[in-house]
């Protein structure tokens, strides 16, 4: 007597498809261009009651609101601020551009020498303000 017809072991799952898209996008942070031109122009800081202390703790590296002044302070001595402080500052990007990487490697090489172009006339600007 048969058991009757096997199922697949790959048939029996289902792919939450809104999960794995929140788990992929949940620790992304802010990308090299947008922090630079926020640190350019500034941010300002409307009052907004739905963010946390209001909206008026914010991290313009990070891209993070924060509830008070001391965990804003907290944060700035953390050793995650200070890398992603860093990779900005030397022009890496905080993101690493993953869709360049496996479309064209030649938009990945065009992007890389953009981003160095910048953070070298950021250090030309710093230097020549000294």
């Known amino acids: ?9 790959k048939a029996g ?3 939450n498809r ?5 788990v992929k996008t949940k620790r992304r942070t802010k990308d090299f261009e ?11 800081l409307p009052v907004d009651m739905d963010l ?17 002044s001391a965990s804003l302070i907290s944060h700035n001595k953390s050793k995650d ?8 500052s030397s022009g890496l990007p905080i993101y690493p551009p993953w869709r360049l990487r496996k479309t064209n490697p030649s938009l ?3 992007a890389v020498l953009r981003i ?8 030309q600007a710093k230097e020549g303000a000294n």
């Open 81 to 88: 601020h200070k890398r992603i402080g860093t990779d900005t």
């Open 52 to 68: 946390p202390g209001h909206g008026q703790f914010y991290c313009i590296t990070c891209g993070r609101y924060f509830i008070n």
């Open 18 to 22: 809104a999960v794995s898209k929140y």
């Open 116 to 123: 160095s172009r910048t953070a070298n006339s950021l250090t």
């Open 1 to 9: 007597m048969g058991l009757g017809q096997r199922k697949s072991r």
């Open 108 to 110: 990945l090489i065009a």
């Open 34 to 44: 947008t922090v630079q031109n926020d640190y350019i122009k500034g941010v300002e």
């Open 13 to 15: 799952r289902s792919k």
